[in-house]
């Protein structure tokens, strides 16, 4: 499940990564070029975990990332703060704004509420994933 998760996550990253240079306000997110960047990076990532790392690369990957975004959407609702975006061309007000690197990498509502949803998703593929049992005898 861990592998397969990472495969079809791997692949939204890099979407929503380029798209986000398109199109910087999909789907009410703040997807500046540093956001889009992580969202490349990670998605490359996750995709060597899918498609070349091994099934319990794949589970720790899933349990760390899952971990990591769960924690960053709860962290953004409670560190956000009504505003509005101080990145260029951006000029979006939003209820719960966290301003990580202002005018760089700012994270809204929907941003949070993106990354707990995947947070979930990956910990979800992870914890359903059995670790590998396979052991080399030397």
């Given at each position: 499940?861990?592998?397969?998760?990472?495969?079809?996550?791997?692949?939204?990253?890099?979407?929503?990564?380029?798209?986000?240079?398109?199109?910087?306000?999909?789907m009410g997110t703040h997807l500046s070029m540093a956001h889009n960047l992580v969202h490349i990076i990670s998605g490359i990532i996750a995709l060597y975990f899918g498609?070349?790392?091994?099934?319990?690369?794949?589970?720790?990957?899933?349990?760390?990332?899952?971990?990591?975004?769960?924690?960053?959407?709860?962290?953004?609702?409670?560190?956000?703060?009504?505003?509005?975006?101080?990145?260029?061309?951006?000029?979006?007000?939003?209820?719960?704004?966290?301003?990580?690197?202002?005018?760089?990498?700012?994270?809204?509502?929907?941003?949070?509420?993106?990354?707990?949803?995947?947070?979930?998703?990956?910990?979800?593929?992870?914890?359903?994933?059995?670790?590998?049992?396979?052991?080399?005898?030397?």
């Amino acid at each position: 499940m861990a592998k397969t998760i990472c495969k079809l996550l791997g692949v939204v990253f890099l979407l929503v990564g380029i798209i986000g240079f398109v199109k910087p306000d999909l789907m009410g997110t703040h997807l500046s070029m540093a956001h889009n960047l992580v969202h490349i990076i990670s998605g490359i990532i996750a995709l060597y975990f899918g498609f070349a790392g091994s099934l319990s690369g794949a589970r720790a990957f899933a349990l760390a990332f899952g971990a990591v975004y769960l924690l960053l959407g709860i962290v953004g609702f409670i560190m956000g703060a009504p505003g509005s975006s101080t990145i260029a061309n951006m000029a979006m007000e939003d209820g719960r704004l966290w301003k990580v690197i202002p005018g760089t990498l700012e994270l809204g509502t929907a941003d949070h509420a993106i990354h707990i949803l995947l947070g979930i998703i990956f910990l979800a593929g992870a914890l359903m994933t059995k670790p590998d049992d396979r052991r080399t005898v030397d």
